[in-house]
């Protein structure tokens, strides 16, 4: 059987690049990139952005508030670590979404991993995910460049999942395979297969040099992808293990230690787009936030509302955007967690609006398949 | 005797009735019904423009950028917002009500 705890240590920070425009299929006009960061595990949206103007917040979890945070408004701070997500909000070009979730209070892994891939109310409902679905629509062809590629960015017409690789106990190459694989299409597959074969002469050097894969790596080597013209338009960052229970940290652990590599991950990725910034929106998503209270190993468990970080040019105004709950015992979410006032689904409906120029209406309906989610986009664009 | 007081007190009672009525702006009722669909909270419904309305519907014009130069709305305006509020403007700005926003202080 699969535990929680090997599911998660099996999963490895990983980099899936996705929205290769092919030339005769990729017809939307909004030149647009979005960069999900997947934290996965669950991050603490209290200890990443603490409300420091809620007077309940000392009551309910005195130890676990970073000692200094920086104040971005009356109500809202940020942990220290936060240095270059701190100054992007400062320069309007990043914003926070707080006490946001996506629709599911089950405080399962599994299940909320699902829920924030597929987009919709249930688990394990659809085969595709949001992102996928999104390009779909958007018309946005060229997918997923991955030998397994995540639920997010699949999409009903993945024609083209593809991961250079050599064939055991063969010498010939991945483009002599693709080749073949030519040979037996017809010519607008063969058109595609040719793309693919050029870009796979490329991406040998990159399967091959051992590239590192931590975050850091990973997203210099999306920024690096994403900044060509004909780059892809999707990149999908995995950062784990936001699964600490015990001694998550305060101004020092663990979940300090990731808010930095969080902040790192996003700066490395604006150097490395360059003038592409302009045209990019990052969102982090993860599966649920954590309890209000620490446990009593100085740590926090499985909750519901948590927090989003957006960074990118296609940001005008810096805010932080909440319909803000509370934390008294009886404005908590079964007395424990932090409810979540925003479906983060707004959020993701307003990077794809912001990035791939669908109407919000489409969007709610072809997407996430929900036609009540509401429109957040002039709030976190306008 | 009892009954002397009992009947003052129902007298005084429709009294307080009729003239709260009396005092309930349909305006107000209007714009306040508007605000209950938005998370700036105007407070009970009742047609008097109170700290709340009042805190709530500023915050709202404030955010969606309708507050003339910084000066806040009153109850003298009230026939105007509400006719605003019903006009072709009332999706959008039903749609900006839907999230507070908290500006950033730190540039």
Redesign the interface.
């Known amino acids: 059987m699969i535990t929680r705890r090997h599911f998660l240590s099996g999963t490895g920070a990983g980099l899936f690049l996705s929205g290769y425009p092919v030339h005769g299929f990729t017809k939307n006009a909004i030149d647009g990139r979005i960069i999900v960061l997947l934290l996965e595990g669950g991050m603490d949206g209290l200890l990443a952005v603490p409300p420091v103007g809620d007077d309940n917040l000392y009551k309910q979890r005195k130890d676990l508030v970073a000692s200094n945070p920086l104040k971005l408004n009356p109500l809202f701070g940020i942990h220290p670590n936060f240095k270059n997500f701190s100054q992007m909000l400062a320069g309007d070009q990043a914003s926070i979404i707080h006490a946001t979730s996506f629709p599911y209070v089950g405080r399962s892994h599994f299940e909320g991993q699902n829920v924030l891939q597929g987009g919709l109310k249930t688990p394990f409902s659809i085969k595709t995910g949001w992102l996928g679905r999104a390009m779909d629509t958007a018309q946005i062809a060229g997918k997923a460049m991955s030998l397994e590629t995540p639920l997010l960015i699949r999409g009903a017409t993945d024609f083209e999942n593809f991961y250079p690789a050599r064939i055991k106990h063969t010498r010939n190459s991945s483009s002599q395979l693709l080749d073949l694989i030519q040979s037996t299409h017809d010519l607008d597959m063969q058109k595609v297969i040719e793309k693919l074969k050029q870009r796979s002469l490329g991406m040998v050097d990159m399967n091959t040099r051992n590239l590192a894969r931590d975050p850091l790596s990973l997203a210099s080597e999306a920024g690096r992808s994403m900044r060509k013209e004909t780059g892809p338009r999707v990149a999908v960052i995995k950062i784990p293990q936001f699964d600490d229970h015990a001694e998550i940290g305060r101004d020092i652990g663990h979940h300090p230690e990731l808010f930095t590599l969080v902040d790192q991950t996003i700066a490395k990725l604006k150097d490395e787009l360059k003038e592409q910034w302009s045209n990019t929106i990052i969102l982090t998503m993860t599966e649920f936030g954590r309890t209000v209270k620490e446990n009593g190993s100085a740590g926090t468990d499985h909750g519901y509302g948590s927090v989003g970080l957006l960074a990118g040019g296609l940001i005008k105004r810096s805010s932080v955007i909440a319909n803000w709950p509370g934390l008294a015992n009886r404005e908590l979410y079964e007395r424990r967690d932090l409810y979540a006032t925003i479906d983060y689904r707004s959020v993701c409906a307003a990077c794809v609006e912001a990035a791939f120029g669908l109407d919000h209406s489409v969007i709610s309906e072809t997407v996430f398949r929900d036609k009540n989610i509401p429109r957040i986009y002039r709030h976190i664009f306008g | 005797m009892a009954d002397y007081f009992k009947n003052s007190l129902y007298s005084f009672t429709i009294f307080f009735v009729i003239a709260s009525s009396l005092h309930a702006d349909s305006d107000v009722i209007c714009i306040q019904e508007f605000l209950k669909k938005t998370?700036f909270d105007p407070g009970l419904v009742d047609g008097k423009w109170g700290r709340d309305t009042g805190v709530a519907i500023n915050s709202l014009f404030e955010q969606a950028g309708l507050n003339k130069q910084g000066q806040e709305v009153t109850v003298d305006q009230a026939n105007e917002i509400c006719t605003f509020l019903k006009s072709d403007k009332y999706r959008e700005i039903l749609?900006?009500g839907?999230?507070?926003?908290?500006?950033?202080?730190?540039?």
């Open positions: 998370v749609e900006i839907q999230f507070k926003i908290f500006s950033i202080d730190i540039k």
